[in-house]
């Protein structure tokens, strides 16, 4: 009887968990062995692995996965080292710090497509960047219009608007670890750093695994950068993986193949994931 | 108990909802602002008192989307707009109702059956057309020592002009070129190629041809404006317009909208894209434009081919594209409406529309488009010679069409 009332009070989330999450899963692990065009449903056809093969011999796909694989590489281990730092420096008592703290957790709150819309403008040609650039006499240039600097570019406003949340993460963490432990090292004598490396990143561990688990998977997905600021322009140099699948699905038609590189990417990031967690141990007690 | 019976308490509700209007539902999908079109919808249903219009407002963000689901689940509108850019597609997907016949009549007073047309079949109607004309700073020709009465005709002219403005001064740019997105470049580079008399396809559509001399020379006139180029965005190479930066653009007449809002005091004119030579060539340019498309799923087709047939009369094309400036009306006489024929610059896009040329319809357009940007930034980024570009991309877009 309980169990059963449970479930009628879970029922409004369970029904849209499966009509809105569990369904669409399933529904494209299906479609990405058809050739279906969403525009003419009956003309479909079974293709088998053919839209799995196909993805390993496409340049382009090609190109863009390596392109979100810079991404992830360039953005990760940056904003996971930054937010770190400036959560240990702001974990302390400093005069401002709660408008420190505020200040770079804003970003986290403000909507993607904004941000991306806002630093379109700051790199643009006679954009604040340039103008702030000519002041010291260095020449500036249309950012996001040379193969060069398009993708740091949207790299770096990344790691800036990601860097707050993740320094909220390790804040909690670091005010979850006992201040005995401190008092009993320095009483031991160990300095400031050693109390850094013997103490804080150890209890750090769980949180720094959350931490690069998911921003690693929500860099591997990066999209709407992409989407509102060069639509992988120029020469292709910012195209990405999802950004690919979403035209292959939306301007060419080819919902099956956009669905089979759906799950690849799928397949890719669960490995990595695995990878990330045998490698922080996941799950193992601090000093474990 | 009390409880079971409860729902006769809303029983009144769901019954005053019931529908009594014995009148035809039409429903139509479309992307203007309401003010725009309610007034052509109460003007239709006054004079067609059968029919019932339910129009429901797509946004530009996500309004194509939303088409493409609404074929994928077969719950689609009676009538539908749809871009030019678009219409090729779901024309040769066979999803459309054909309307050859019908249209017969009217065939020669519109513009652009291209986008609809598939084969000898034809599978909806043009409503409003787009194009791009040039468009000229009169104060910096002016300040270049040049005659500001007398813009660009030729190409010669064009490169010897905006080389001109560019030696104004480092902020200030002879031209203004698109780059940077996919899916753009194309639009800027044709017109050029088309006035040089090339194009993308053979006339029968089995070969590339894009590799032709005419081609190579139109991209090779294009690369040599860069230099005194601002290569930006198109909305930034808008702006820069109307802060008086650019001394030619080509541009669409949604400046003509924004010009009068953003920069009352720009001193501008707006001419035809010049041809290659005095007499060589045409004065080609990219249309687009608005179509109205009937799905074959659709519940009521005569309603909407009643609308359709409503909507695309050149009263009612043209009342649209007074009201909202950035579009004329697809029939090939100017209209009546001596708006028209008086306002200087919509005149010029009147005239520049009618040897405007729309992008091949081909199923494979989609992909042979971006074969052609591809090599386009090849070119721009000086990775490839023009010629090395259009050579690869040539042989790309003719392996597509051997394809299956």
Redo the contacts between chains.
Sequence with gaps: MRARQTLFFLSPWLLTLAAFYLFPVVYSLVLSLLNF?????S?TTWAGLANYSRAFQDPLLCKAAVNTLYFVVGTVPVTTVLALVLAILLNRSLPGQTFFRAGFFIPTLVSMVVISLVFKQLY???GILNQALSLLGIPGR?W??D?RT?FPGIMLMDIWSAIGYYMLLFLAGLQAIPRELYEAASIDGSSKLSQIFQITLPHLRPVALVVIVVNTIRSFQVFIEVFVM???????ST?TVVYDLYERA????EMGYASAIAYLLFAVIFLVSLIQARFLRLGQPVGG | MMRKYAFLLILPILLSCAPRDKRQKIVFWQFWEMPVIQPQIEAFEKAHPQYKVEVEQLTWQNG??KI??A??S?QVPDLCELGSTWAP??AS???LLEVTDGVRPIKETYLMWGPVTVGDKIYGFPWVVGTRALFYNKTLFAKAGLDSTKPPEIWPELLNDAKKIKALGK?LYGYGEN??????LYKKYLPFAWSNLGSVLSPDSKKAVLNSPENKEALEFLVSLLPYA????QD?LDQ?FKQG?IGLLVSGAWLLRTIPQDAPDLHYGVVLIPKPDKDKGIHASFLGGEMLVIPQKAKNFEGALELAKFLIQEDNAGALAKAVKTVQPATREAPKDPYFSQDPYQKVFLEQARTAVHPPTHPKW??MQEVLN?AL??AF?K?KTPGQALDEANARIDSLLVAP
């Design positions: 065009n969403p525009l003419n449903p003309a643009a040609q006679d249309a996001l219009l193969e398009a060069t639509r992988g322009g120029p020469l292709n195209l939306f301007y060419r038609f | 194509f989307d493409v689901a074929f994928a077969g597609q779901l997907e066979g999803v902020d780059a940077g997105e996919r899916h753009i601002m290569i930006e965005r930034a820069a930066k989609v992909v591809d930034e090849q980024y990775k």
